[in-house]
């Protein structure tokens, strides 16, 4: 299966795609995960998205696109994948669809702005792992540390509210558009971020199971 996760900043896809890659046994690729992962290194890359996603503001389509373009050239991608965060502009979407790669479906989570700023202040996040916590919904065991590799959990720099509010204004201005993108090729499937995490999988699972038979 080869999914797209769609949705606004905060709307739970890292969340899905843990839980769909879990279960379909195939790979997420998160392009904020490794632009995070760059920026962690000081590689050349990171260094020029730093200022970038700590104000909110997109990474360049030339420089997202070179590093999917190569990410999905490698051997785990072959059976599917989960693109989690890719595309996010109508060219990032053109080039995917330029490099012969046909997506079987575009999911998108629904959550309404005013939810995901609250949210996005209990997100914490493993510097070192990527894991993702909430500290009222989906807390790690002490809640100050990952239960995979026991570094401690820090907030990321992009989730403080006037931040949030300029990744809103961005993803209703330039990411919003690629639900029309899908649904003029018949991919699009909505599905509404509740409050439960559990719905939420389970009304994920539902849809796309429906969608793929
Ligand atoms: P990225 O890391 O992709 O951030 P995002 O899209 O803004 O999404 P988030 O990771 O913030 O949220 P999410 O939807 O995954 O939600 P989560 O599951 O964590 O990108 C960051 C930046 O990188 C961008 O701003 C940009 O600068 C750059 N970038 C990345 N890709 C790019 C691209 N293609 N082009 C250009 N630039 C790019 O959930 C959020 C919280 O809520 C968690 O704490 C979770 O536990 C909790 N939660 C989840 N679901 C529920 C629920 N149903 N109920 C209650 N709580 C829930």
Redesign the pocket.
Known sequence: MKLILL???????????ENISGHYGIPTI????M??AAIHNGTALGKQ?ES??NA??????EV?IGMIRERLAEEDCKNGFIL??????IP?AEALEKMGIEIDMALS?E?ADEKIVK??S???VCPACGM???VD??PSKDNKHCDECKTELIV?K??HPDTVLD?LK??HETTEPLKAFYEARGKLVQVE?????A??TKATFEAIEAFLQ
């Open positions: 949705g606004a900043p905060g709307a739970g896809k890292g969340t899905q795609a998160s392009t904020g995960n632009i995070r998205a970038l996603i909110g503001k997109l990474v360049p389509d997202v989690d965060g890719f595309p996010r502009t990032q989570l959550v949210r996005m209990g997100r914490r993702t916590y909430h919904f989906k990321r992009d989730d990744r961005t993803y971020g509740r409050e439960e995490l719905e939420t």
